[in-house]
């Protein structure tokens, strides 16, 4: 509420406070890692070069904080076809271990989840789960993330080349292999942690608008109290925001 009263100090606004919604897709509310858009297979036909680097349409950006986003993400699986349920997934789980282990060297973090995002770590990931309906994989396997953290210099083209060497860096086991399965996306740290910067956001655009009608005006705001939401904006960039309304009135 600190945002909500700050904010209409600044603008000189009447603000109403609107009825709590459910977060983005998700019950964290935008705590804890964030899958910012879904996980979208890679298109087998497309060419080589064009599986995973793919122009972004920017949307408007109104009352929005845009920055770049913490993690460059793309899902990977790693599949055995060796005869035998049991062999094969001894397999997968050797494989995955040695990608846990030199995960760190390689400059990447391995992690899973589909929105919600979770390390994947030497104590977890025998908890992994089989997948046994894929149609494009014959034999046992399981999906995990790669990140890359987006630091500067970073763009998406380099930090897909990262993820290539790391998954080539990875030594098979018996018949697994580690391969590419969604094309790239982005990942960001606790949204809500960007609610005060994108109230102000607000508060300085009312703040105009309220402006341009004359002092016998105010902005009344709604929507400030409900949970941050996100989505891209670029290859490497995410826009934060929340879903205010705002509406001009008399102030008397």
Request: proline share 6%.
């Amino acid at each position: 509420m600190w945002g909500i009263v700050r904010g209409a100090i600044l603008a000189g606004l009447l603000v109403a406070v609107a009825t709590p919604a459910m977060a983005q897709e998700d019950d964290g509310g935008g705590a804890g890692e964030i899958i910012v858009t879904g996980l979208r297979r890679l298109n087998p036909d497309d060419d080589d070069d064009n599986k995973t680097v793919k122009p972004i349409p920017v949307p408007a950006a109104v009352q929005t904080l845009r920055r770049t986003a913490d993690f460059a993400v793309q899902q990977v699986v790693i599949v055995s076809d060796t005869v035998g349920e049991e062999p094969a997934r001894a397999e997968v789980l050797a494989m995955t271990r040695k990608a846990i282990d030199l995960s760190a060297g390689a400059g990447t973090l391995l992690a899973t989840g589909e929105l919600v995002v979770e390390p994947l770590t030497a104590g977890n990931y025998k908890e992994l789960v089989f997948i046994d309906d894929d149609d494009e994989f014959d034999g046992e396997l399981v999906k995990f993330l790669v990140k890359v953290p987006l630091a500067p210099g970073i763009d998406a083209k380099a930090a897909l080349a990262k993820i290539e060497r790391f998954m080539k860096s990875v030594p098979a086991v018996g018949r697994a292999e580690i391969k590419p399965y969604s094309e790239l996306t982005l990942s960001v740290v606790n949204p809500e942690q960007y609610r005060g910067a994108i109230i102000d956001l607000v508060a300085k655009d009312t703040a105009a608008t309220s402006a341009r009608f004359g002092a016998g005006y105010g902005v009344e705001v709604t929507g400030l109290d409900r949970p941050v939401q996100w989505k891209r904006a670029g290859l490497t960039e995410v826009q934060l925001f929340l879903p205010s309304a705002a509406t001009v009135q008399p102030r008397n």
